[in-house]
């Protein structure tokens, strides 16, 4: 069973910089993606970045293009979220995610992810 806890989150102002972490463990195989995802208040669960294990690709949604950076540590299975230049629209719970056979023309979309993390707040203020 794959498990994934996120950690990192936090209160931050505008312009700030912060970095989540995603903790894997029960990997069968070297075909997962993990995907960070974010849900705001009131609003749906929308897909920010993946990186897929096999070869290191890696997507960003265009809110987060040029101030998120995700990547991997294979040694520690543990995948990081780097944000910096925080806005508030970026306030959000942030959930890491892991899918195989993500497809590589919508990897972002939340249903090719089967096992979840518990989520963690990011909050940044004006």
């Known amino acids: 069973e794959v498990q994934l806890v996120e950690s990192g989150g936090g209160l931050v102002q505008t312009g700030g910089s912060l970095r989540l972490s995603c903790a894997a463990s029960?990997?069968?195989?070297?075909?997962?993606?993990i995907g960070w995802f974010r849900q705001p208040p009131g609003d749906d669960r929308a897909g920010i970045s993946c990186?897929?294990?096999?070869?290191?690709?890696?997507y960003y949604g265009d809110p987060v293009k040029g101030r998120f950076t995700i990547s991997s540590d294979s040694a520690s299975n543990t995948v990081y979220l780097h944000m910096n230049n925080l806005r508030p629209d970026d306030t959000a719970v942030y959930y890491c995610?892991?899918?195989?056979?993500?497809?590589?023309?919508?990897?972002?979309?939340?249903?090719?992810?089967?096992?979840w993390g518990q989520g963690t707040q990011v909050t940044v203020s004006s």
């Open positions: 995610a892991a899918g195989v056979d993500v497809t590589r023309v919508t990897p972002l979309l939340p249903l090719w992810y089967s096992s």
């Open positions: 029960g990997f069968t195989s070297a075909d997962y993606t």
């Open positions: 990186i897929m294990l096999r070869d290191g690709s890696t």
